[in-house]
């Protein structure tokens, strides 16, 4: 009962409310950005849709894109309403390329990651199973966020996060190296921490859902515990993922262009001064049709 009332609040919100607040805050939120180039926010058009050479485990879909996401793309001449922030790998062929950006935004982005570092914080991907009591503990761990109330403060119920393990798991390889979904977490030590009852010795205080959709990822659930926030755990998180993709060495991020985070119209002003921050920047996303 609680997920329906939560999805017909949303289906509203997307399809009634937030088109027109978008409208109102365009050209506001895009003056935010330095413009680069000529055609700003520039197009990057990507592929998407599950590809004839994915293997048979591949679950992307061959003819439409699901989900929120689509909100962000746009497909034949018709531009979509929002304007996505992504950071666009194009632009750093190296990490230190990125971070030498970022530094020129802010001088305190990168020192406040090292400070976390410091204290004991550290960023790696997770299967979802082996966390879920801690993702439930982040979800509901603050009742206002950036982007407004949060639902599941009252409504979620750990079975909604996932199924928790009652054994030690590993994360596992996804089958399909361009169309997969994975979590990543900020961890600190503890001793003695369990999930149920299976003991794991280290507690989940922020996490990110990546999926990745051909050509990007998707930033498409990002949340960090409120006693942890202050400790920039979500600068680490975000910073080691994109260290991550620009190292370019693991098979799952090759070809990846772009990586989306909401959209310039979303939150409040500071949830994008964070974002601007982060390096992301206006784009707009013409999905590729044809596989
Ligand atoms: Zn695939």
Request: net charge positive.
């Amino acid at each position: 009962m609680p997920r329906t009332v939560k999805q017909i609040v949303l289906a509203i919100y997307h399809a009634a409310v937030e088109p027109l607040a978008a409208l109102a805050r365009r050209r506001k939120r895009l003056a935010m950005f330095e413009r680069r180039g000529e055609a700003w926010p520039p197009e990057i058009a990507v592929r998407a849709l599950r590809a004839r050479d994915c293997p048979p485990r591949c679950k992307a879909d061959p003819h439409r894109i699901e989900g929120v996401v689509a909100r962000y793309l746009g497909v034949r001449r018709r531009p979509s309403r929002l304007t996505p922030l992504i950071v666009d790998l194009d632009r750093y062929p190296t990490n230190a390329a990125f971070e030498s950006y970022v530094r020129k935004r802010s001088s305190r982005t990168l020192p406040k990651v090292r400070r976390a570092q410091r204290l004991g914080y550290q960023a790696k991907r997770f299967p979802l199973a082996r966390h879920v009591h801690d993702v439930h503990a982040v979800k509901t761990s603050m009742k206002r966020r950036a982007f407004g109330l949060v639902l599941d403060y009252w409504l979620l119920r750990l079975e909604d996060v996932g199924k928790p393990a009652v054994k030690p798991v590993a994360w596992r390889t996804p089958p399909c190296r361009r169309h997969w979904t994975m979590w990543w977490g900020v961890f600190v030590s503890e001793p003695g921490h369990a999930q149920g009852a299976v003991t794991v010795d280290e507690r989940l205080v922020a996490y990110v859902k990546l999926v990745r959709r051909g050509d990007f990822i998707h930033y498409a659930d990002l949340m960090g515990h409120g006693d942890h926030l202050n400790e920039n755990v979500m600068a680490l998180l975000h910073f080691e993922i994109m260290r991550w993709l620009l190292d370019r060495e693991d098979p799952l991020v090759e070809g990846v262009r772009a990586v989306l985070y909401g959209a310039a119209e979303q939150g409040g002003d500071g949830l994008v001064t964070w974002k601007k921050r982060a390096g992301f920047e206006p784009a707009r996303l013409t999905l590729i049709e044809e596989s």
